[in-house]
């Protein structure tokens, strides 16, 4: 049980470039989530999903799109990269709100744009 | 708007001696809270998370939290800290029936020898 796994682990881009975060789990949990984490700042969410084929935003979402076409993927794309975007981010994923079941989150993915 | 405040970003305690890490949050809604742990270049991982019931909750690694309902607080509490306690604490609030959790800025405890 791998739990919630993130690729890459660290990732330069220059201004311009796209790229796209991957985040896998394999708890079975619907809801998954995906947030930046900037110093001193705590964690803003930037998109989550509540089942496969449903995202919705969160704080930050601009710059930033999401699918999910299985249960278990919840990629991160990143269109236009800009030095704002700097950070690192996790994915989270959870059984549902209900109850208060809580998150379980990935090592995250550091990245840096010049 | 939720808000979650954590109001010390950093605190410096000596080995074994006690420590607490603040937490309050605003909301005129019931709501689930919880500490996370996030150790050096890794993701968060959960202490300890209060649902109902009993105000004082337990955790993990000797840690506890106490809710105040009417303070709105949530502080979290170790009476004897060791140097592995050394990491970033997060507060997240979660109102029932709503999807998004929300998170404090962070309080970096530094446990010094």
């Known amino acids: 049980n791998a739990g919630v796994t993130q690729t890459p682990k660290f990732r330069i881009l220059k201004i311009g470039q796209s790229m796209t975060l991957q985040c896998t789990q394999d708890?079975?949990?619907?809801?998954m989530y995906w947030y930046r984490q900037d110093p001193g700042m705590g964690l803003k969410l930037i998109y989550y999903?509540?089942?496969?084929?449903?995202?919705d935003k969160g704080e930050v979402p601009n710059g930033y799109n999401v699918s999910r076409s299985t249960t278990e993927d919840f990629p991160l794309r990143l269109e236009l990269a800009a030095p704002s975007q700097t950070s690192v981010y996790f994915c989270?994923?959870?059984?549902?709100?209900?109850?208060?079941?809580?998150?379980?989150f990935g090592p995250g993915t550091r990245l840096t744009v010049l | 708007a939720q808000s979650v405040t954590q109001l010390d970003s950093q605190v410096p305690v000596f080995e074994e001696a006690p420590v607490e890490l603040r937490c309050n949050y605003s909301?005129?809604?019931?709501?689930?809270l919880f500490w996370y742990v996030q150790y050096p270049n890794q993701g968060l991982q959960l202490l300890l998370k209060y649902l109902s019931g009993s105000t004082l909750v337990k955790g993990i690694n000797g840690f506890e939290a106490e809710f105040n309902k009417s303070q709105t607080s949530f502080h979290l509490r170790k009476p004897s800290v060791h140097i592995s306690d050394t990491a970033e604490y997060f507060c997240?609030?979660?109102?029932?029936?709503?999807?998004?959790?929300?998170f404090g800025s962070g309080t970096k405890l530094n446990v010094k020898p």
């Open positions: 708890m079975n949990h619907n809801y």
């Open positions: 999903s509540v089942g496969a084929g449903i995202t």
């Open positions: 909301s005129s809604v019931s709501v689930y």
């Open positions: 997240a609030v979660l109102r029932v029936n709503f999807n998004k959790f929300y």
């Open positions: 989270a994923s959870s059984l549902g709100t209900g109850g208060g079941n809580e998150q379980f």
